[in-house]
């Protein structure tokens, strides 16, 4: 666990680094430029906010959907899935613009605290853990807890990392 965490790293800090290549982005996000709202940091990071949000929940419901199903491994494909989305949404919102000096740090600070307030409520709901029966498995719940702490923070990491830091080299 230790080792792919230190490897996405790693991965995120070359990802971050290749400015000379030919990047990805949505186009219909790169289209809001456009549009007077889309000028305002703190609007964008409502809106980066709201699509991290939007991810999270789709992705949470087509897994809980999956539940019902017998498909082998489909879980595996959307978990994969859902980080590479984000990904290209926290690019695409970076090279959508030319930002002023402390803009990035607006956005990537309002848009990422999504998955800072999601840390907070998994942080506090295990520390409030009560077990709902006697001989219930306390060490299963303690499991579960700190996988959702550890992929709410890296979330929180790498989209405020991405969004401050991602060089804004526009080549589309």
Request: charged share 10%; aromatic share 20%; with cysteine.
């Amino acid at each position: 666990m230790t080792l792919m965490l230190v490897l996405s790293f790693i991965g995120l800090f070359f990802f971050m680094r290749r400015s000379r290549e030919k990047t990805y982005s949505i186009k219909w996000i790169t289209s809001l430029n456009k549009y007077r709202w889309f000028q305002n940091s703190w609007m964008i990071g409502v809106f980066l906010f709201g699509m991290n949000l939007l991810l999270f929940g789709t992705t949470a419901l087509i897994l809980y959907a999956i539940t019902f199903m017998t498909i082998p491994y489909i879980h595996l494909v959307i978990m994969v899935t859902a980080p590479v989305a984000s990904i290209l949404v926290w690019q695409s919102i970076v090279y959508t613009r030319e930002w002023m000096k402390g803009e990035r740090l607006k956005a990537g600070m309002v848009g990422s605290s999504f998955y800072l307030f999601f840390f907070l409520f998994i942080l506090y709901k295990w520390v409030t853990y009560v077990p709902q029966y006697p001989g219930e498995d306390g060490f299963m719940a303690a499991i579960g807890f700190f996988l959702g702490l550890l992929v709410t923070g890296m979330a929180f990491v790498i989209c405020f990392l991405m969004i401050v830091f991602l060089p804004n080299h526009r080549r589309m």
